[in-house]
């Protein structure tokens, strides 16, 4: 089984940044791609940022010039860092990891972006 552990959420005021981590361990055979998530209040879950083992990027064009995901697949880890952060970036933040074919979530971490 594997297991997906987010951290770094918090609460910033607009024009800031933070710096999410995302970690993965358990019984892991093949990482082909790590992915974050969010889903803010009232709305539906949405994709934001994802890369694969090859270094492969893509963003949502809400994200895209503000966020970079980064990590070491290898090392089961991926960071999402956002910059310039707007009230409508808050939400719980989901990162995803994909072995071989299956997808596991973590339990998500809050970002909240005040005006």
Same mark, same amino acid.
């Given at each position: 089984?594997?297991?997906?552990?987010?951290?770094? +959420?918090?609460?910033?005021?607009?024009?800031?940044?933070?710096?999410?981590?995302?970690? !993965? @361990? $358990?019984?892991?055979?093949?990482?082909?791609?790590?992915?974050?998530?969010?889903? $803010?209040?009232?709305?539906?879950?949405?994709?934001?940022?994802?890369?694969?083992?090859?270094?492969?990027? !893509? *963003? !949502?064009? !809400?994200?895209? +010039?503000?966020? =970079?995901? @980064?990590?070491?697949?290898?090392?089961? =880890?991926? *960071?999402?860092?956002?910059?310039?952060?707007?009230?409508?970036?808050?939400?719980? *933040? *989901?990162?995803?990891?994909?072995?071989?074919?299956?997808? =596991?979530?973590?339990?998500? =971490?809050?970002?909240?972006?005040?005006?």
């Amino acid at each position: 089984q594997v297991q997906v552990v987010e951290s770094g +959420g918090g609460l910033v005021q607009a024009g800031g940044s933070l710096r999410l981590s995302c970690a !993965a @361990s $358990g019984s892991i055979l093949s990482i082909n791609a790590m992915a974050w998530h969010r889903q $803010g209040p009232g709305k539906q879950r949405e994709f934001v940022a994802s890369i694969t083992n090859s270094g492969r990027t !893509a *963003y !949502a064009d !809400a994200v895209s +010039g503000r966020f =970079t995901i @980064s990590g070491d697949i290898a090392k089961n =880890t991926v *960071y999402l860092q956002m910059n310039n952060l707007k009230p409508e970036d808050t939400a719980v *933040y *989901y990162c995803g990891v994909q072995d071989r074919i299956r997808w =596991t979530w973590g339990q998500g =971490t809050q970002v909240t972006v005040s005006p």
